[in-house]
């Protein structure tokens, strides 16, 4: 029997992700290239650890500490152009093949219970346009906010702030979580007092993005999956 109490919509929520390392597995894609870019203009090879650990940073702060150049140098504008070129060639043709198990179904099942969906990344919009269409992502995210659309990248909360704007939210919501493997991204989630989940299949170990202060940790994204439809049955509490 229908009952008699009037129908109280759920609060929107936003589910705000990283890309490379959370979504993708692009992390030892990305190290390659950028040490390969970085060698190509330097002569000198960073090590592809020193490059992996820089992952997240910003474009040019990650071409200039990988040349040991400074950022606004023509040297580091000349290993990021090349990385760009590297990233379009060989990384964006290969991303369907680069998605963590569990991706599509749990992007899937977050739009069936009427979330809403961002990509926050340290990318340049383009570059994150780009791979995130060559995986067949795109159609899931409402915003995209890369580093250039930001006044101040991750860990600053200018870019989550952009992305909320796009999904015509003021906060994330009561079910609303930053999702990324990284400090900055946790960080970014601590910015906007909202809770976050680390992943630990990403750029990270577990034990390094536990250091990180995250409110959960996801080992898969199907742990993701089940983290944040945890929240919810709990009425969004840790």
């Not at 994330?172 to 999702?179: D, H, L, Q, S, W």
Request: net charge negative; proline share 7%; charged share 20%.
């Amino acid at each position: 029997m229908p009952s008699d109490q009037p129908h109280t919509p759920r609060p929107v929520s936003a589910l705000l992700f990283d890309l490379d390392g959370t979504l993708l597995d692009t992390p030892r894609a990305i190290a390659e290239q950028f040490a390969d870019a970085v060698e190509s203009v330097t002569g000198t090879h960073p090590g592809l650890e020193n490059a992996r650990r820089l992952i997240g940073a910003p474009l040019e702060r990650m071409a200039g500490a990988l040349s040991g150049s400074d950022p606004e140098s023509d040297t580091a504008r000349k290993v990021a152009d090349a990385y760009l070129a590297r990233y379009r060639e060989v990384i964006v043709p290969k991303a369907a093949d680069l998605l963590f198990p569990g991706v599509h179904t749990g992007l899937d099942r977050f739009l069936d219970a009427g979330l809403l969906l961002a990509v926050v990344t340290s990318k340049k919009q383009q570059s994150a346009e780009l791979i995130l269409e060559s995986a067949g992502l795109r159609g899931y995210f409402a915003a995209v906010v890369g580093a250039d659309r930001a006044q101040h990248p991750k860990p600053h909360r200018d870019s989550a702030d952009v992305a909320l704007a796009e999904l015509g939210l003021t906060e994330p919501g009561p079910a609303g979580a930053v999702i990324g493997d990284t400090a900055a991204d946790i960080q970014l989630g601590q910015a906007i007092s909202v809770f976050t989940i680390g992943v630990s299949y990403g750029v990270l170990s577990a034990e390094e993005i536990a250091a990180t202060g995250p409110d959960a940790i996801a080992t898969t994204f199907d742990d993701v999956t089940s983290t944040v439809f945890t929240r919810i049955e709990r009425g969004s509490t840790p």
